[in-house]
């Protein structure tokens, strides 16, 4: 039963995403007053990236973006839970063997082998370095819609957003910023630590 609203429940939160994200690349293309480059831009960044389409909404329209965030929130916090329990429904189904296996060798090595209140501040606070500097990016007066814009998309991106945030916290949040730079120190001790005895 709960495997069965689990997956109704991504399967929803796909669909919502996918017309969203639609939704968003339409609107970048056709933003009035823009030069055709940076909207060439804003819409090949959320085509390529999916997951642009939350933060691109935090600028254009709050209600779809926590209509996306929300859910997304909701799953980064249960991570463990939701992580077994979308394993075991796909299991059942016989679909993406491949996947389920590589899923349970990060669920058992990974998540379960790191106590977790070390791993949800680990793992959550790159989420939580760019969600302040999308915070504070809304409220930013002193840039226009489209730099505002700009940034947000950058946000989302993998591995670079989390860069990007922290060079935007560099200006505008520095407490954020040095909190970033420890996190990163912290996070390759860990993974040096794991190399070290593979």
Known sequence: ?????????????????????????????????????????????????PSATIW????WKRNAFWVLFAPYF???????????TTIRSLATRDLADRFVHITQQILANVIDAIPLPAL???????????LAALAHLGGNTKLSAS???????????????????????LTWRRGWA??????????????WSFIRYI
């Open 120 to 130: 949800i501040p680990l793992v959550a606070f790159p989420f939580v370095l760019r």
């Open 1 to 49: 039963m709960i495997t069965t609203i689990t997956l109704a429940i991504i399967t929803l939160y796909g669909i919502v995403l996918g017309i969203l994200w639609i939704m968003a690349m339409i609107h970048a293309a056709s933003t009035p007053r823009e030069d055709w480059s940076r909207r060439a831009l804003w819409t090949f960044a959320i085509a390529v990236n």
């Open 178 to 191: 040095v909190t970033g730079f420890l996190w990163v120190l912290l996070a390759s001790a860990v993974v």
């Open 74 to 84: 909701l799953f980064a916090a249960f991570l463990p839970f939701t992580l077994e």
């Open 147 to 169: 730099d505002r814009n700009d940034q947000a998309v950058t946000f989302a991106l993998p591995i670079v957003g989390f860069g990007s945030a922290l060079t935007y916290c």
């Open 56 to 59: 691109y909404w935090y600028i």
